[in-house]
């Protein structure tokens, strides 16, 4: 990777681009969320080439780091001319979602936000069985092949994150996915202490309890979604 020092627009470092325990993609998400927080709504942030170029980051670990802004609705992707990236009005939902985002993200607080997600899940998931589209399971049935394919062990708990972020989208109760979606990623950073040689035995149990779960909110079948949401509280094998 290139060793370019990591600059924004207004020639302010992108602070802790290259540091820390994060992935790349997570710490230039938070570098740029603090550019951001000083822009109005609607003012442009760049475009991924322009991003690359300014940080020597990969193209994909770029667009994952924009990726997790537009979902955490922080940032705004424009395609066609005059597109780009731009500042998302930051109404109170997305402002309580980053607080939570901070918040567990101090020490201590991951066992809180584990125990916050959990009470939510079934709230979330049979909103989402009562309010699916079609297209909404297409990308279910999408993201679960990719957690099933998902390289190594931050890809499989990357992919985990994402497919649970898509069936928050599809609940109706916006508050409830805000708080939801802030818990986010927590219990994988738990579940990553398990030892390598628990790790494929945790995966594959982990990979069935979230394909019954697509399936019954695919069906709209509250039973199973019930089901499927206590067999994920179940601790890894």
Known sequence: MATMPHTSSAGQPLAGVGQGARTRAERLAAALDERIRGLAPGEPVGTLESLRAETGLAYATVSEAVRLLRDRGVLEIRPGRGGGLFAADRGPVVRLRHTLLSVADEPGTVADAIELREH????????????????????????????????????????????????????????????????????????ARLADDRREAYRAARYQVHADLVEAIADGDEAAVR???????????
Do not use: C, K, Q
């Not at 939510?120 to 998931?125: C, T, V, Y």
């Not at 998902?150 to 916006?174: K, Q, T, V, Y």
């Not at 499927?228 to 601790?235: E, F, K, L």
């Open 120 to 191: 939510l899940e079934e709230l979330i998931d049979l909103g989402a069985a009562r309010h699916r589209t079609g297209r909404d399971v297409d990308d279910l049935r999408r993201l679960l092949r990719e957690l099933r394919v998902a390289p190594g062990w931050d890809g499989f708990m990357r992919a985990n994150w994402a497919l649970h972020e898509r069936i928050a989208a599809i609940s109706p109760n916006a508050m409830a996915r805000a708080v939801y979606v802030g818990t986010l990623g927590h219990l994988g950073a738990t579940s």
């Open 227 to 237: 089901a499927a949401v206590s067999a994920h509280r179940t601790p890894a094998p």
